[in-house]
């Protein structure tokens, strides 16, 4: 079997198999509800998969909730069993790898961040994981000098040694990738991060290039295999984009688009943030000059990049212990004052996404417990969150978390406690409820 386990921050027992410990790996990495932050904290608390299952349900249930706890305690179901089957015989596959949280081989650049995947799929050259990268994103819809700055960024920047990270997208993407791959054996190489499984190919027209990538460089995949392309699959790639990355450079962007999300989530890990200023008449230049007021390093070459990553080194070149696991406690943001007589009303919105508002409250929240407080899985609320990120309804903050917006968050406030007042007996405090999804 392709995997690459060995011991590193979790000692696994010498009495387990490798393949089952993989297996104990995968399933985790399966379980309904449980993201990347809750299995690592799971992790934190019962030591590796293996160990964590071995654990009886009154020994979960004394430290967990006790849905999760029976989930845990239970045998996997056949078609949990069925999908682990299917992703060690895949595994078995030359070129084709699965790389866990314990790895040796694990990027190191991934565990510095908040959430680093439990297990990656990897379709290609592993050690590429290890290497500097160097993150090129924007439009799908990219102009033609958008296209050719990103194939000539990436071939010289790939040249010095710089491995090229993108999401296979249309535009900018495909062209990061070809360029990098046009640097030849001698270059860094690419890594495409995938928002589906590593065994689908998402566009159809990028098929070609995707088997040159997996020849030449990587598919990299958290997601499970067969999974197909959906919305909120692409947030968790661009984080991961990010998060391989020493620096992302933007190439050309509309306002509201993902390269910006990936941007920001690269700026809140403490990762360099790139832009090259284009027109102000092209709707395609806009996200890169909102970029550079908001502090980006503009660029008019690749020499631009290479001077200031130089000294700048990825944070962690050594695996982090599990028991290391980052505080994500975010301090709530500060909104600017307004009139004390100022009434704000929500927009139009499903009622979904007002009970997701809600449930978030006022203060950060990550998805996992949002998706415990509202009972549905935490793909239902990605989904959600992203386009209440487009709309500016909520922000997603560093380390993962995200927050209602300040307007959205008096709006809901008002809301609420209009709410209140109309149930409440006549004479009685009806703001009471307003924090009423509040608290962690």
Not at 33 to 38: A, E, L
Not at 173 to 200: F, I, K, S
Not at 416 to 430: K, M, S, Y
């Amino acid at each position: 079997m392709s995997s690459l386990s060995a011991s590193a921050s979790v000692s696994v027992s010498a009495s387990v198999s490798a393949s089952d410990s993989v297996a104990a790996w995968l399933r985790l990495s399966l379980e309904p509800g449980v993201g990347p932050v809750t299995a690592y904290h799971l992790l934190q608390e019962f030591g590796p998969p293996d160990q964590l299952y071995a654990q009886d349900f009154d020994t979960l249930s004394a430290k967990l909730p006790l849905p999760l706890a029976r989930q845990l305690a239970a045998r996997a179901d056949d078609a949990t069993r069925r999908r682990i089957d299917e992703a060690l015989a895949w595994a078995d596959q030359p070129g084709n790898y699965l790389m866990t949280l314990n790895d040796r081989h694990y990027p190191p650049a991934l565990l510095v961040t908040h959430d680093p995947p439990t297990l990656l799929y990897v379709k290609g050259l592993p050690s590429l994981l290890g290497r500097h990268g160097l993150a090129i994103v924007g439009s799908r819809n990219a102009t033609p000098d958008g296209l050719g700055h990103a194939r000539e960024f990436a071939q010289h920047l790939a040249s010095l040694g710089y491995t090229i990270v993108s999401g296979l997208a249309l535009g900018i993407d495909a062209a990061a990738h070809e360029g990098a791959l046009a640097a030849g054996a001698e270059g860094g190489g690419t890594l495409a991060v995938v928002g589906t499984g590593a065994d689908v190919v998402y566009p159809r027209r990028n098929r070609l290039l995707a088997h040159r990538i997996a020849d030449q460089g990587a598919i990299v995949s958290e997601l499970p295999l067969g999974t197909r392309a959906l919305a909120h699959h692409f947030p968790r790639r661009n984080r991961l984009v990010a998060g391989l990355s020493k620096g992302v450079l933007v190439v050309e962007a509309a306002v509201h688009s993902g390269s910006l999300i990936t941007a920001r989530i690269a700026a809140d890990i403490g990762r360099d943030v790139f832009a090259i200023p284009g027109s102000i008449h092209s709707p395609l230049s806009r996200g890169c000059h909102v970029l550079l007021r908001q502090g980006a390093k503009l660029v008019e070459c690749s020499q631009d990049i290479v001077d200031e990553l130089t000294d700048q080194p990825v944070a962690a070149q050594a695996s982090l212990p599990l028991t290391a696991f980052p505080d994500t406690t975010t301090a709530p943001r500060a909104h600017p004052a307004t009139p004390s007589n100022a009434t704000f009303a929500l927009p139009p919105m499903s009622p979904e996404d007002l009970a997701l508002l809600r449930a978030m409250g006022f203060r950060a929240i990550s998805p996992d417990m949002v998706s415990y407080r509202l009972g549905v899985p935490i793909q239902d609320v990605l989904a959600r969150l992203l386009p209440l990120e487009l709309r500016g309804l909520v922000d997603r903050l560093n380390g993962g978390s995200y927050q209602v917006t300040g307007r959205t968050a008096k709006a809901l406030a008002e809301q609420l406690a209009r709410e209140a007042q109309a149930v409440a007996p006549e004479g009685a405090d009806g703001a009471d409820g307003a924090d009423g999804a509040d608290g962690d």
